[in-house]
């Protein structure tokens, strides 16, 4: 046990756990993208895939505490390594000069906090209602389109995802790294992968307050939503957000 502490305590094991937990949190964020994506096939497609969600609310229930412990690790993981870099070098460089690391590593200490605010207000805005202006229980479709329907929401999201840009780019590279593959033949790889899945993430989920905002998705008569979230609303541990 010692043993397994001590290498979780050095740089190499925490760098190891920002890699692993990263790996599950770009997972989540890819399959939470893919689903919301249904919001363009009407309510009825979006909320059966939240009924279907909350079929197994034990499963659910340990998806959202593993997905809670990774992000727990990831922010100790992230934090503990920038203190003992900072602790190696007490007094900063006069001048730094960029060349070695992007512009999206440069930022990665503005974009992890402004992302865990966001993941903070997104939960009481989707998933809990209290930060909601119209919440619905049950009725993810509604809930969905009024809450981007708000400017400030829909500004705040957007500027939420292009941080999330920059630490997704970074972390999918970082990942590769970390695992020693960081050799110029596979650069060119690793960079193009890390950018693919950015910008599908990303693309995916600025297209949602984007369309909202610009009437492409509007909120549907109520006849078309009543049946779909009063099935969804009987479920147990149901909320109004997909995930």
């Known amino acids: 046990m010692k043993a397994i502490l001590a290498f979780f305590g050095s740089s190499i094991g925490k760098k190891l756990v920002m890699a692993v937990t990263g790996v599950a949190l770009v997972g989540f964020v890819v399959g939470h993208m893919s689903g919301n994506m249904l919001v363009y096939k009407g309510p009825e497609a ?15 229930w340990a998806a959202r505490l593993g997905l809670l412990a990774a992000v727990g690790l990831h922010i100790w993981a992230s934090t503990t390594l920038t203190l003992t870099n900072q602790a190696a070098r007490p007094v900063s460089y006069r001048k730094v000069t960029p060349d070695a690391s992007s512009y999206a590593s440069r930022t990665m200490k503005f974009s992890g906090p ?9 939960l009481l805005h989707l998933t809990l209602g209290s930060a909601h202006p119209s919440f619905r229980p049950g009725d993810v479709y509604h809930n969905f389109i009024t809450g981007f329907q708000v400017p400030v929401v829909s500004f705040f999201y957007i500027a939420a995802m292009l941080a999330l840009g920059f630490h997704l780019h970074h972390g ?13 033949r596979y650069d060119g790889l690793r960079r193009v ?5 950015t910008v599908v ?3 995916g989920n600025l297209s949602f307050p984007i369309a ?7 909120q549907a008569p109520p006849s078309a939503t009543s049946a779909r979230a009063g099935d969804l609303a009987s479920v147990p541990g149901t909320t109004g957000e997909g995930h």
């Open 172 to 184: 999918i590279w970082s990942f590769f790294q970390t695992l020693g593959v960081n050799h110029p």
């Open 193 to 197: 992968l890390a950018t693919l899945i």
């Open 114 to 122: 402004l992302l865990g605010l966001f993941i903070v207000y997104h």
């Open 201 to 203: 993430v990303v693309g």
């Open 212 to 218: 909202v905002l610009t009437g492409v998705l509007q």
């Open 46 to 60: 979006l909320n059966a895939y939240a009924k279907g969600l909350h079929m197994f609310p034990a499963l659910l």
